[in-house]
């Protein structure tokens, strides 16, 4: 385990991701930003904690359809169960780049999002943090209704269901 400023900051091969990014001219990363804002109100944090959710070890990702065409709004949250001040607040910034860097190919317009870190992100490799992040936003994206079915067809599905499991009880 590093010790010193590697222990605090993420070690150099937990930086692996940023190596394989394209480069600019001037040596930057060159990866698009989209805007983004971020959720700050518990009635927000609440409302998306309703919807459908991606469990990850290190982090969980939530996630809620506004139904407007705004940017997409990013909430983090780390417990006092994660760990101390400056564990919580590592783990808070590594989210938010991990956030940041994936934010132009995988966040959707008019969506909120929560990311949940856990305890046993402290031990996760910032890449691999980044992979299950990835992954979890893709198992949501299978979850994302794409034709959204009426009230008649849900009902009709349900009551189907119902008299099936009658019908074998008799």
Do not use: W
């Amino acid at each position: 385990m590093p010790v010193g400023r590697a222990a605090a900051s993420g070690s150099v091969h937990d930086r692996t991701l940023l190596r394989c990014l394209p480069r600019t001219g001037e040596g930057r990363v060159g990866v698009r930003v989209v805007a983004m804002e971020r959720l700050r109100r518990r009635k927000d944090f609440l409302a998306v904690a309703t919807g459908p959710s991606a469990p990850t070890p290190g982090l969980v990702v939530q996630v809620r359809q506004r139904g407007d065409n705004g940017p997409p709004r990013v909430g983090f949250t780390v417990s006092k169960k994660v760990g101390s001040a400056v564990e919580r607040n590592r783990l808070r910034r590594q989210l938010r780049e991990i956030v940041r860097l994936s934010a132009a190919t995988a966040l959707h317009t008019g969506s909120d999002y929560v990311v949940v870190g856990r305890r046993a992100a402290l031990g996760i490799p910032f890449f691999r943090l980044t992979e299950d992040f990835i992954g979890a936003l893709k198992r949501l994206e299978k979850r994302r209704p794409s034709v959204s079915r009426t009230a008649s067809e849900a009902n009709s599905s349900t009551s189907r269901q119902i008299s099936s499991a009658d019908q074998s009880r008799s």
